[in-house]
């Protein structure tokens, strides 16, 4: 996407939600008048929804269920509909391609990566020093996981120094943390009693300058308004 290149520090908004929290990075869109916004969202207890594509059509999650404080479940769920496909040169979804272990039969034997730690993910570094890759892994997903594993099992959080662009992350965990006092206290989690608030999309979306993101983008995200985008604007963005 052309705006994500011509600015590449974009302001952000952050709002809680009757399901967990969303938000919303926000950037000029070649215009004085106007505005292109990346709407994401963190639903209870452990979805997720990732601003690719053009808000109000891609309806896909992912979950992230701990099976212990080591180890941790990952589902997509993805749809398809007349915005994606092969129309769009969108390839396979690296989620769903990638090279997978024989299933054994222990708890943490199934759906694993032949993309390991220890194998330092097949990094290539001659794509690296060719520069057809920066971080020389084959795909977003996989670099999110060399990220994230390398930093060790178990983080001490009290050494992290976060900033502005980390505003979601502080949100979620002050979200999460008063959800489970108001549990233990005998309160229901978001999003218990409110299966509807579910019904969302995250995307990109062009608003005039100014304009309210939350009510401007209620039929996108609730999937009851046409996208106004070109969708080849954003194809495999």
């Known amino acids: 996407m052309r705006w994500i290149i011509e600015d590449r520090a974009p302001r952000y908004r952050v709002v809680d939600t009757a399901f967990g929290a969303s938000?919303?990075?926000?950037?000029?869109?070649?215009?004085?008048?106007?505005?292109?916004?990346?709407?994401?969202?963190?639903?209870?207890?452990?979805?997720?929804?990732?601003?690719?594509?053009?808000?109000?059509?891609?309806?896909?999650?992912?979950?992230?269920?701990?099976?212990?404080?080591?180890?941790?479940?990952?589902?997509n769920a993805r749809t398809r509909d007349k915005y994606v496909g092969s129309d769009l040169g969108i390839k396979q979804d690296p989620f769903t391609g990638l090279n997978m272990l024989p299933n054994g039969t222990g708890w943490f034997d199934r759906f694993r990566s032949a993309l390991t730690l220890d194998g330092d993910f097949d990094i290539d570094r001659d794509a690296q020093r060719s520069k057809r890759s920066y971080s020389g892994l084959n795909s977003v997903p996989t670099?999110?996981?060399?990220?994230?594993?390398?930093?060790?099992?178990?983080?001490?959080?009290?050494?992290?120094?976060?900033?502005?662009?980390?505003l979601m992350v502080i949100r979620v965990r002050r979200r999460m943390l008063r959800a489970l006092h108001a549990h233990a206290e005998g309160t229901p989690p978001p999003g218990v009693d409110e299966p509807l608030a579910y019904r969302q999309?995250?995307?990109?979306?062009?608003?005039?300058?100014g304009a309210d993101w939350i009510e401007s983008t209620r039929g996108l995200r609730e999937g009851t308004e046409e996208p106004t985008l070109d969708p080849s604007i954003s194809a495999g963005v």
């Not at 060399?146 to 662009?165: C, K, N, Q």
């Not at 999309?201 to 300058?209: H, K, W």
């Open 201 to 209: 999309r995250s995307g990109g979306v062009v608003l005039p300058a």
């Open 23 to 75: 938000y919303g990075a926000y950037r000029p869109a070649g215009s004085p008048d106007e505005e292109y916004w990346r709407i994401a969202h963190f639903l209870f207890p452990f979805y997720t929804m990732v601003p690719v594509g053009l808000l109000g059509t891609n309806s896909g999650f992912t979950a992230r269920v701990p099976m212990d404080d080591h180890h941790t479940l990952v589902i």
């Open 143 to 166: 670099e999110d996981r060399a990220m994230t594993e390398s930093m060790g099992p178990v983080i001490d959080r009290t050494r992290e120094h976060l900033g502005s662009a980390d």
